[in-house]
């Protein structure tokens, strides 16, 4: 069976995004099946929601490799994760690279299915978020929604540089590599240099003496 690039990041971004799930249930010392339901919602979490949104049959209920992976990937860090000095830092860049991968994958499934950009660059920021916020939020860790540095426009700016690419005509490969370098440093530089956008910033209502 041959696979595409697009296949290809599919699966690595499934790998890398069942290490991150792995990684959070290590961090709270889950036992083995804790791994495995942490590593599978948060790498098929985000494509299961876009499945669901388009009508689509969920993609891991008909090929089960996608599955296989979330498991092998969790034993693997079950019996590994004690030897990561920092497994915090990891899980980042770990959810960074899938997040990358995701953004892509998820835009080109929205774009062949609908044939809309808009739709394309939608179904791209889901696939490579949800998943993430899943497992935070079961894992009660600081959810990356709410932590200062840039995240989702990440996955935005991947999604949108792939769904551009496409439409230019480029090659899937090159507009796949494109797609998942935008988001990858973008987030990268996120974690590194701790951009982010302004936050805002509230105002105390005047009193009714001031208002003319």
């Known amino acids: 069976m041959s696979l595409n690039p697009i296949d290809l990041l599919d699966y690595a971004g499934v790998a890398v995004f069942a290490a991150s799930g792995a990684l959070a ?21 985000g494509g299961t929601f876009r499945d669901v949104i388009l009508n689509l049959p969920v993609f891991w209920v008909g090929n089960s490799s ?18 990561v000095e920092s497994r915090w830092k990891l899980l980042l860049w770990l959810d960074a690279i899938g997040l990358a991968a995701f953004s892509v ?10 044939g809309s950009p808009v739709v394309s660059v939608v179904t791209g920021v889901l696939t490579a978020t949800f998943g993430g916020i899943l497992r935070d939020l079961l894992a009660g860790e600081p959810s ?14 991947g999604a949108t540089l792939f769904t551009l690419g496409d439409l230019a005509g480029l090659p899937p490969l090159a ?14 530089g ?5 951009w982010a956008f302004p936050s805002y910033k509230s105002r105390p209502g005047r009193r009714p003496e001031d208002i003319p």
């Open 190 to 194: 996120a974690l590194k240099f701790g």
């Open 175 to 188: 507009s796949g590599l494109a797609g998942f370098a935008a988001a990858f440093l973008v987030r990268g």
């Open 105 to 114: 994958m998820g835009a080109a499934k929205g774009l062949a299915i609908t």
């Open 66 to 83: 996608y599955v296989l992976i979330c498991a092998v990937v969790a034993v693997l860090v079950f019996f590994s994760a004690h030897r």
């Open 25 to 45: 249930a290590s961090r709270k010392q889950l036992d083995i099946i804790g791994f495995l339901f942490l590593a599978s919602v948060t790498a098929i979490g």
């Open 144 to 157: 990356v929604l709410l932590r200062p540095e840039i995240y989702v426009t990440a996955a935005l700016a």
